[in-house]
T-cell receptor, first 110, second 115 residues
């Protein structure tokens, strides 16, 4: 069945460091891929998405490229800020529902 | 503003009581979902509904019940049969598509604590 695997956290970085959060997936067909962000005590917000192979989703300085050959959708940001501290979820579209990864906590210190 | 409204934001319950969490959306979405999130954990799907008057069990439906009498509303009842109900509950909605699901829009969540 469909599944998503994310790197375990927490990921701890200093402000202005480069961020990568790995996400790989297993799926049949051609699902869409998503990154969601969750700030403490809140619901999830869509950060970016890609609907087909080689698409690059981007938003607020974050980017991720849909790589079918490596079944990956890694999240990157060139320079993180303290305000980026949150939990990040990778997800793929399945039949009638999304399949989520377990989430990766990012902690950014000043 | 279009969105999803969950209420209450915080809820306390005594053991043995049923409680109902409200979820309302004005996005004209067909599909609605309930997830449970435990501290430091990911999301687990409780129930989902693709259309009015129809719903399906998710991965952890035992001890929960739902109804979908209106397109805009998808309330979740946490029954006394749920052994460990203390958790953060998230409601979401999306457009219904044939085949793959589109992006989900989430509410702000309801935190349930059993005393």
């Amino acid at each position: 069945g469909n599944s998503v695997t994310q790197m375990e956290g927490p990921v701890t970085l200093s402000e202005e460091a480069f961020l990568t959060i790995n996400c790989t997936y297993t799926a049949t067909g051609y699902p869409s891929l998503f990154w969601y962000v969750q700030y403490p005590g809140e619901g999830l917000q869509l950060l970016l998405k890609a609907t087909k192979a080689d698409d690059k989703g981007s938003n607020k300085g974050f980017e991720a490229t849909y790589r079918k050959e490596t079944t990956s959708f890694h999240l990157e940001k060139g320079s993180v800020q303290v305000s980026d501290s949150a939990v990040y979820f990778c997800a793929l579209s399945g039949f009638q529902k999304l399949v989520f990864g377990t989430g990766t906590r990012l902690l950014v210190s000043p | 503003d279009g969105g999803i409204t969950q209420s209450p934001k915080y809820l306390f319950r005594k053991e043995g009581q049923n409680v109902t969490l409200s979820c309302e959306q004005n996005l004209n979405h067909d599909a609605m979902y309930w997830y449970r999130q435990d501290p430091g954990q990911g999301l687990r799907l409780i129930y989902y509904s693709q259309i009015v008057n129809d719903f399906q069990k998710g991965d952890i439906a035992e001890g929960y019940s739902v109804s979908r009498e209106k397109k805009e509303s998808f309330p979740l009842t946490v029954t006394s049969a749920q052994k460990n109900p203390t958790a953060f509950y998230l409601c979401a909605s999306s457009f219904r598509r044939e085949g793959y699901t589109g992006e989900l829009f989430f509410g702000e969540g309801s935190r349930l604590t059993v005393l």
